[in-house]
């Protein structure tokens, strides 16, 4: 009350000197801390949506090249051990990835930090510059066969020298030309690990086995089919009558597209294994009985060095008489020898193909990898020698028709 009695009894014009009052802030602290949480909050979604990284958030993982540390080769004073080592390294120097393209990679996991070093080299013939020669693991592939595509390594001819040729099965040609024989082709392979191995390990070496390019690891599969001695062929896929109800599978050649289209699907096909003699349609009803799409893929199997093999199940197929334009190795299926899987009935058309064989000098047969035909193939492949018939690989049966 004296306060203010003190400021009512002052004369106008004059000031009283009063107790300072303390200053207050316009928030509190909590409203301070929620102010900096939304700016924070804005600030990351100003990045997420303004910065265009599509990776962001993804691990990272810090890589260190090292080169190798430099030969000692040229040592005057190296030890007499070394230099008697010299000819099994000359040797080792043909093998497939050299030590010296060999590179040690440091992986650094981003969240723990954790360290890991890996020697990594040179052996991923897609990795290699035009020109290169590719090592290739593949047991018996000849890497002058091979051109580097945007898809892979596809076969080319080199130095004289085709796929057709080179990956042909080995066969006593002159007694093969003396006697009947009979081609069989098992396709459909490449899919089903299972039944894949049955057919490779159960039927003799003469058998050609043709693969699709799908599957998880086709190229695997088929370097064991060639380890076992097989010759193998790649089976590209093309249009059927009821497609797309009836699907071959992914790139699959259609009369729809045009030549350049269809050849680059053509390439990817070529490009998912190596070491094959020759090509197969699979399926391709209406696609191989069209003359304009099937020039270009003719035409193009013949300039990359390779064979074709057309499995009977198309009349109306031109593949023989574009093949003969282009002096490209042909062979055409008799029939299929399980169109109906019966034991009674494959064994049926077993000893039709004998007869067409002994009546014409060649015969050619193709079966799938159903278990029931792998087990009549086996059984009756034992019979042949005994009835005067040659099994020999499909490359050899194209051989003797040719000359024939």
Same mark, same amino acid.
């Given at each position: 009350?004296?306060?203010?009695?003190? @400021?009512?009894?002052? #004369?106008?014009?004059?000031?009283? /000197?009063?107790? +300072?009052?303390?200053?207050?802030?316009?928030?509190?602290?909590?409203?301070?801390?929620?102010?900096?949480?939304?700016?924070?909050?804005?600030?990351?979604?100003?990045?997420?949506?303004?910065?265009?990284? #599509?990776?962001?958030?993804?691990?990272?993982?810090?890589?260190?090249?090292?080169?190798?540390?430099?030969?000692?080769?040229?040592?005057?004073?190296?030890?007499?051990?070394?230099?008697?080592? @010299? #000819?099994?390294?000359?040797?080792?120097?043909?093998?497939?990835?050299?030590?010296?393209?060999?590179?040690?990679?440091?992986?650094?996991?981003?969240?723990?930090?954790?360290?890991?070093?890996?020697?990594?080299?040179?052996?991923?013939?897609?990795?290699?510059?035009?020109?290169?020669?590719?090592?290739?693991?593949?047991?018996?592939?000849? #890497?002058?066969?091979?051109?580097?595509?945007?898809?892979?390594?596809?076969?080319?001819?080199?130095?004289?020298?085709?796929?057709?040729?080179?990956?042909?099965?080995?066969?006593?040609?002159?007694?093969?030309?003396?006697?009947?024989?009979?081609?069989? /082709?098992?396709?459909?392979?490449?899919?089903?690990?299972?039944?894949? +191995?049955?057919?490779?390990?159960?039927?003799?070496?003469?058998?050609?086995?043709?693969?699709?390019?799908?599957?998880?690891?086709?190229?695997?599969?088929? @370097?064991?089919?060639?380890?076992?001695?097989?010759?193998?062929?790649?089976?590209?896929?093309?249009?059927?009558?009821?497609?797309?109800?009836?699907?071959?599978?992914?790139?699959?050649?259609?009369?729809?597209?045009?030549? @350049?289209?269809?050849?680059?699907?053509?390439?990817?096909?070529?490009?998912?294994?190596?070491?094959?003699?020759?090509?197969?349609?699979?399926?391709?009803?209406?696609?191989?009985?069209?003359?304009?799409?099937?020039?270009?893929?003719?035409?193009?199997?013949?300039?990359?060095?390779?064979?074709?093999?057309?499995?009977?199940? +198309?009349?109306?197929?031109?593949?023989? +008489?574009?093949?003969?334009?282009?002096?490209?190795?042909?062979?055409?299926?008799?029939?299929?020898?399980?169109?109906?899987?019966?034991?009674?009935?494959?064994?049926?058309?077993?000893?039709?193909?004998?007869?067409?064989?002994?009546?014409?000098?060649?015969?050619?047969?193709?079966?799938?990898?159903?278990?029931?035909?792998?087990?009549?193939?086996?059984?009756?492949?034992?019979?042949?020698?005994?009835?005067?018939?040659?099994?020999?690989?499909?490359?050899?049966?194209?051989?003797?028709?040719?000359?024939?």
């Amino acid at each position: 009350m004296a306060e203010a009695a003190d @400021e009512l009894s002052t #004369p106008l014009g004059q000031q009283t /000197v009063g107790r +300072t009052r303390r200053f207050r802030l316009p928030f509190t602290a909590m409203q301070a801390l929620a102010v900096l949480l939304g700016l924070v909050l804005v600030g990351f979604v100003g990045i997420a949506l303004f910065n265009d990284n #599509p990776l962001g958030g993804e691990p990272i993982a810090r890589v260190t090249l090292r080169n190798p540390p430099p030969a000692a080769a040229d040592d005057k004073h190296a030890p007499a051990s070394q230099a008697a080592a @010299e #000819p099994v390294a000359k040797s080792a120097a043909k093998a497939p990835a050299a030590a010296s393209d060999a590179r040690t990679v440091t992986i650094i996991d981003g969240s723990s930090g954790k360290r890991q070093d890996v020697v990594i080299g040179a052996g991923d013939p897609a990795d290699k510059a035009d020109g290169d020669t590719p090592p290739l693991a593949m047991t018996g592939i000849d #890497p002058r066969l091979l051109e580097k595509s945007r898809y892979g390594m596809i076969p080319v001819v080199a130095d004289g020298l085709k796929p057709s040729t080179v990956y042909a099965a080995e066969a006593d040609r002159a007694k093969a030309a003396r006697m009947p024989v009979v081609a069989i /082709v098992v396709a459909g392979l490449g899919v089903g690990a299972a039944k894949t +191995t049955d057919a490779i390990m159960k039927l003799p070496p003469a058998v050609t086995l043709a693969f699709t390019p799908y599957g998880s690891d086709p190229g695997k599969l088929a @370097e064991r089919a060639r380890t076992q001695r097989h010759e193998i062929l790649l089976q590209i896929p093309m249009e059927p009558f009821d497609y797309p109800d009836n699907d071959p599978g992914p790139q699959t050649l259609l009369t729809t597209l045009s030549s @350049e289209q269809n050849l680059d699907r053509f390439y990817w096909h070529l490009s998912r294994l190596q070491g094959y003699a020759g090509i197969a349609n699979f399926m391709g009803g209406r696609f191989v009985a069209a003359d304009p799409v099937m020039q270009p893929i003719v035409r193009e199997a013949a300039k990359r060095g390779l064979s074709y093999f057309d499995d009977g199940s +198309t009349p109306r197929s031109v593949a023989q +008489t574009l093949s003969a334009g282009q002096s490209l190795p042909f062979a055409k299926a008799d029939f299929a020898i399980d169109a109906v899987p019966t034991s009674a009935e494959i064994d049926r058309a077993l000893v039709k193909l004998e007869t067409i064989a002994k009546e014409r000098g060649t015969a050619v047969g193709v079966a799938s990898a159903l278990p029931v035909s792998i087990e009549r193939l086996g059984a009756w492949l034992k019979t042949l020698d005994s009835k005067g018939i040659m099994l020999v690989p499909l490359t050899t049966a194209m051989l003797k028709s040719k000359s024939g």
